[in-house]
């Protein structure tokens, strides 16, 4: 897992950092104890992309975190 998210801080291709996001949405519905390992990857892409899409996936993924988030129960 650590590995994937150090190709994605790397990564540009909107494609690519898509499916990244998607990839990470279908394992946390396996294992929610995984986000905090995501949560700065997607604060990252939020703050630096400019693609439309990608930040309307960003925030329906975000959503998901904020649900697996104790602090806000």
Not at 22 to 46: C, E, G, N
Not at 49 to 55: D, G, H, M, T, V
Not at 66 to 73: A, D, N
């Amino acid at each position: 897992m650590d590995k994937i998210i150090q190709l994605l801080k790397k990564e540009t291709n909107v494609a690519v950092l898509a499916c990244g996001i998607s990839l990470f949405s279908q394992v946390m519905k396996a294992t929610p104890s995984i986000y905090p390992l995501i949560i700065p990857i997607v604060y990252d892409l939020l703050t630096k992309q400019k693609s439309n899409w990608l930040l309307i996936k960003l925030i329906r993924f975000s959503n998901k975190l904020i649900e697996k988030e104790p602090r806000f129960k």
